[in-house]
């Protein structure tokens, strides 16, 4: 399996465009169609809807993009049958030929973050789960992510190492000041130290950090404090990121960053842009339309715009 | 449902002791005899051995101690087959009368905090999961933790919040100063804030916290800085904490404070004091003799030695 970066970065030069769709399922926001049918109040019914809903989403921008971000909570509300719904959903897009980044936000110590590492990382047989990459917290502190590191590397898998975060509430501890800067920058140069200890061929490391779109500056002093590390930029669209607010993400090629957006893409279906123009029973028109616009967007007013197309 | 630390004051004292006990299955540890005759490379006939370690060690426990704390990284191990099995697992702890605290280290921002809260908390049917708390990453900051508040307020369920970690490298991040304070202190003010907002009868609030037990200094500090807050304790046994270092957790009644052990009780039948003694095929009086030991020592050497017994 070769290294998690370099498939990365040859992804999204295919492709492009650095757009990562968010498939975050909840149920009163799905399609009436795919409603349809199914009692809500049972959750293997509900599991179902999720995996239609995610493999139509799948179907749409598996030509357009280069990976996906499953949200592990919405299927955890689901119980077993909603896990059940997360791995058919991760297979079925790695089949797809999406490189999938599970947004599991997981970390814990010693063998247990080994544990953690063992479920998610990587899509040979050895992963139970087989995504290509996982979400991680930091603060339980260093040795919390060697174990991520050394099993990324042996799957030529990856993780995203959450750094700056695009909720309010991220400054509660995130810009706490410790000595002559925040804490979320002795994250980041953590982050930076294991990227650079793990580079692949394109020049970016095994290691990325998620660093929100809500804050352009910070994702520009990052992007500049991080150079070996590819940033997952959560908070465009519907939280209120707009392409020039992620411009500083990328690098000098239009690579180094991929741009999140959940809401804004799969359920495009209920935006009134979209609303009136596509009607409710050509969502899958929706999400592919939504998509277009934001790769648009991106190259317009982005590097990413250096891409081949 | 009542108040979460009303249940949990009232466990413990109906037990006279603060034990929690750990379920962290690993399939290499596992007693022998429930390993043989399945295919360690099924991961369906894995989850079945767990399932049946746990609730063997659950039969053991149930009479002597209030709870049990699943270790969801194991069972995520397991791919949904795994989480299947948690699932089973949590819901014979609470039909043999134990309060389960799943040790999930989950945290999102907004509606996917939400969705986490809605998962996992709560004994109802409106949980999927049904435990009675959940441990919470705090990094995303005090926003990040109020969907779970709400929620166990609701449920009647709690949360332990991440502040001070048992591992080595807890000191990363967590012992950073900022102002006159570390980093840990900051989240405990936090804390502290939200379980004095949510109190129940018995002093405590909804919302607790994790405190390592290989800071025994660190921990008596936070007990003052935290005086209406549930600690729970990991740390104790094989990590390296002995019932002195954990005595400054706990109230002057011997109350506010769990103390989880993991390994130190459900695999006491490889402990070299316990191998000889119970042989391989008597594993579940080994569990007992441990959690016995872990009752006495505390009981002795603690202010929980004041619980009624």
Redesign the interface.
């Known amino acids: 399996m070769s290294h998690f970066a370099d498939r990365l970065s040859a992804a999204v030069g295919r492709c492009g465009n650095p757009v990562l769709v968010g498939l ?1 399922p ?1 149920w009163e926001q799905l399609p009436a169609l795919l409603r349809e049918g199914i009692d809500p109040g049972s ?1 293997q019914q509900r599991s179902v809807a999720y995996t239609r809903f995610c493999c139509g989403v799948i179907d749409v921008v598996a030509p357009l993009v280069s990976g996906v971000k499953p ?1 592990a ?2 299927f ?5 049958a ?3 719904a ?2 058919d959903v991760i297979a079925y897009a790695r089949k797809r030929g999406l490189l999938v980044v599970l ?1 599991g ?9 080994a ?2 590492a ?3 990382l990587g899509a040979d047989e050895a992963s ?2 087989g995504a290509d990459a996982l979400t991680v ?8 992510l060697t174990p991520f590191v050394d099993v990324a590397k042996q799957r030529g898998a990856g993780i995203f190492v ?1 750094v700056k ?10 810009d ?4 002559d800067r925040p ?1 979320y920058e ?2 980041a140069a ?1 982050v930076e130290s294991q990227s650079g200890q793990t580079l692949g061929a394109c020049g970016y490391g095994t290691v990325g950090a998620v660093v929100g779109a809500t804050y352009p500056e910070q994702l520009r002093k990052l992007r500049a404090l991080m150079p070996r590390t590819w940033l997952l930029v959560p908070g465009f669209g519907a939280q209120g990121g707009s392409a020039a607010d992620v411009a500083g993400a990328f690098d000098e090629r239009g690579m180094g960053a991929i741009v999140n957006n959940s809401r804004g893409i799969i359920f495009a279906h209920a935006r009134p842009e979209y609303r009136d123009r596509f009607g409710p029973s050509r969502w899958q028109q929706a999400v592919e339309a939504a998509t277009r616009e934001m790769v648009d967007q991106l190259r317009a007013d982005t590097p990413a715009g250096r891409l081949g197309a």
Chains 1, 2 share one sequence.
């Open positions: 975050d909840r959750l949200q909570a919405f955890e509300e689901l119980g077993p909603g896990m059940q997360l791995w947004d936000k997981r970390n814990d110590i010693g063998t247990t973050a544990a953690y063992a479920a998610y139970p789960w917290s930091p603060y339980l502190g260093d040795d919390s959450l975060t695009s909720n309010p509430g991220g400054k509660t501890f995130q706490l000041m410790t000595g804490l002795h994250v953590l």
